[in-house]
């Protein structure tokens, strides 16, 4: 059981759009710690998506988006591709683990 | 280019020790806290271990606190995790990360990650 809940699977035709909650407490999210994404294609190593709750890397589309709100935070992916498929984890600090915790990760299928 | 390249996986008896190396190279490795994190097979990822860039402060999961140990050697650009007393749990792909900091540490870039089994 994560810390951070994220559903299991999430699906969307291509151009669709789609979110991926993740859901904290007053530990983590809660408590203004900020929130992080990350992707991984099969087969790969992890890749960061979005870090302090909605910036974007250099070098990753706008079509990836990162909000927070309260206890929770979401990714929404618009405008759909193939190539989106992956394994998608969020990621925070929880000040009573004294840790870094990451969602149970939520896969994504391109329909 | 920023690289991160792991090494030292392998099988091991449960009870024994393993060293895994991350060799860094692209950027000033002195300058950034690092990581490690593990993927168990077919499961999600597990923060296991952050160092601080001159090596003095570590931070540990409970999983692994008093078993494993976090060092790093800026003049060779190597970050290690010494794993001892390894159980069949410990079995995972671990990766090796640089760490940012924005209201807590997130990992910028990733290694191809190192395979680690523990079993007899």
């Known amino acids: 059981q994560s810390v951070l809940t994220q559903p299991p699977s999430v699906s969307g035709a291509p151009g669709q759009r789609v979110t991926i909650s993740c859901t904290g407490s007053?530990?983590?999210?809660?408590?203004?710690?900020?929130v992080h994404w990350y992707q991984q294609l099969p087969g790969t190593a992890p890749k960061l998506l979005i870090y302090?709750?909605?910036n974007r890397p250099s070098g990753v589309p706008d079509r990836f988006s990162g909000s927070k709100s309260d206890t929770s935070a979401s990714l929404a992916i618009t405008g759909l591709q193939a190539e989106d498929e992956a394994d998608y984890y969020c990621?925070?600090?929880?000040?009573?683990?004294?840790?870094?915790?990451f969602g149970g990760g939520t896969k994504l299928t391109v329909l | 280019q920023v690289q991160l390249v792991e090494s030292g996986g392998g099988l091991v008896n449960p009870g024994g020790s393993l060293r895994l190396s991350c060799a860094a190279s692209?950027?000033?490795?002195?300058?950034?806290?690092m990581s490690w994190i593990r993927q168990a097979p077919g499961k999600g990822l597990e923060w296991v271990s952050y160092?601080?860039?001159?090596?003095?402060?570590?931070y540990y999961a409970d999983s692994v606190r008093g078993r494993f140990t976090i060092s790093r050697d800026n003049a060779k650009n190597s970050l290690f995790l010494q794993m001892d007393s390894l159980r069949a749990e410990d079995t995972a792909v671990y990766y090796c990360?640089?760490?940012?900091?924005?209201?807590?540490?997130?990992?910028?870039?990733w290694g191809q990650g190192t395979l680690v089994t523990v079993s007899s």
């Open positions: 302090g709750n909605a």
């Open positions: 160092i601080s860039n001159i090596g003095n402060t570590m």
């Open positions: 007053s530990s983590n999210i809660g408590a203004r710690y900020d």
């Open positions: 990621q925070s600090y929880d000040s009573s683990l004294s840790g870094w915790v």
């Open positions: 692209g950027f000033t490795f002195s300058d950034y806290y």
């Open positions: 990360a640089r760490a940012r900091y924005s209201s807590g540490y997130y990992d910028d870039y």
